[in-house]
């Protein structure tokens, strides 16, 4: 049947039949497709069969769905104009993982982060009404990105705008980990519907009986507003129905047919509604189904056993940080760790289950979660709060206002840092370095491997200031962790490799950028070019020293970080040699002003110029180069 979609207007015309077929067919397609390219498995199998209800209801050639994460569009993908190209999912030159405007026309919004697909949909909707575009304008939110504030700033206000959004709440009770906090109960207590239908029923009927005609109008008015007080707060949806949204639900988010009568009297309203959809994670899929954690977002797996693959590797950085944070819990009573909806991915599970009263999973709130721990640095504990870089992005003025301009204590954790891989430029962790540096009272540590992630934390823990510690996704270097602790020279980097008299080039590294230099150096000694290694350690307090140092001992300076060139560790040793008075050639190796692509980490390093080659190559290129302007950019 998917042969024959060839516009997502076909899927207006199937039956119901027909659209059940077409649902079964694409699940196998998702689940075929994703076993050998890896990815968002487990949302998209979930809104298999409500993607296909939006698109027989609406007509995506003029209305518009926004998804929010995007993480469960693989269906919507599918049905539009990339079902040939869905091989190609995440891999480099291949389509993206997330909904993406330049990759489509049916993709109304790009997205990649949580909590959008309201507000974004709002602004569609008045855009489309300034253009007289007459069109429904549907988000498409889970419970999970429910749960970041942003998406009740956009309720708030479009509930007093009262135009016709339509919002599709997609409740399977998860975020990638269980969901949590109390609007995550408050939704629970709807899937009980049959219970609250009845306690509602009782209460219209007690209601009803009461002789309102034999009791004056005080007794008439306390009795309405107790109606009405109660009502709402046993009818289900109350809460959005306050926001000004008409609420209809909870209905079976794999049943098309009951989808397919609700969103056509959905169709048909002028006012905020919300569609209550209960779905089910991994629908269809029972490893899925079981364990959707693990397949929320997985690499290639055998189909048949449900068998993630796994490459032998060191352990991931991830594993090292979680074992830091609860080797120090025990000695550090002051300790208490936070996240923001991800304790698996950012390696705090354990601890949750070690220290329950010292772990708070906040839920996809960023910010709420950095201003907490302000509070809880006020109140005189220390946190240590774990994010992936690029989600941080969110907490920026929270850092700046309510922790660094206290110079409060505090461990910021930033896991993913550099560029992510497959998906992409929403997750790449490439500015943390400049949205960090510049902030007075916080220090930015970079480890060259994973004994120095342990080494910087336990001295990050025992200090007074905020320190944030980043560190690249995925395996680490192999190296030795050492269990007891050495003193970690404040503000000192690290000088690694060194020529025996004046180098050719130094080259300072940026954490996971220390050992392709390394690398580098040993390519280039082959040819006979020497060239000094630094571990930059701190990108911030900037070691000076060592940089004026350097500007003496070797003939060429490069640094190498995986962050945006503008305002990262180049630019910090530029601004360095300006300061003293220093002219020395100065190369900056990192991600120029751009965006980049998904594909694996080792195409993205090779397209950036950070593969060891591509370093050992530009230094190659430069040593003997007269000074003068160049307006060649030299990353790429
Ligand atoms: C700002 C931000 N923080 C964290 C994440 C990581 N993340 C991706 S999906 C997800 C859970 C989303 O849950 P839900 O919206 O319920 O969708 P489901 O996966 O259950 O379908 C999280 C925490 C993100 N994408 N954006």
Known sequence: MLENIISPLEVQKLNINELNDLADEIRKFILSTVSETGGHLAPSLGTVELTVALFNVFNLENDQIVWDVGHQSYTHKILTDRRNRFKTLRTFGGISGFPKRSESKYDAFGVGHASTSISAALGLLIANEINNRKNKVIAVIGDGALTGGESFEALNHAGQLKKNLIVVLNDNAMSIDKNVGALSEYLSQIRLTPRYRQAKRDFESFVKRIPIA????????????????????????????????????????????????????????????????????????????????KFHGVGRFDVATGEVEKKLTPPTYTSIFSRAVIDCAKVNEKLVAITAAMPSGTGLKTFSEMFPERFFDVGIAEEHALTLAAGMAAGGLHPVVALYSTFAQRGYDQLLHDVCLQNLPLTLCLDRAGLVGEDGPTHHGVFDLSYLRHIPNMSVLAPKDENELRQMFFAAVERESPIAIRYPRGAGTGATVLKKVAPLPWGKSELISKFNGEADAAIFAVGSMVVPALKAADILKSKRIYVNVINVRFVKPLDEEMIIEQSKAARLLLTCEENVLIGGYGSAAAECLIDHGITKKLIRLGIDDRFVEHGSRAELLELCGLSPERIAATIEENINKKPGISLKKNSR
């Open 214 to 293: 034999s009791i004056g109008d005080k007794i008439l008015s306390t009795a309405n507003s107790i109606k009405y007080g109660v009502k709402s707060a046993i009818s289900a949806g109350g809460l959005f129905e306050a926001l000004g949204f008409v609420y209809i639900g909870p209905v079976d988010g794999h049943d098309i047919k009951a989808m397919q009568e609700t969103f056509a009297r959905v169709k048909e309203l002028n006012e905020p509604v919300i569609v209550h959809v209960h779905t089910v994670k991994g629908k269809g899929y029972a490893p899925a189904e079981d364990s959707p954690d």
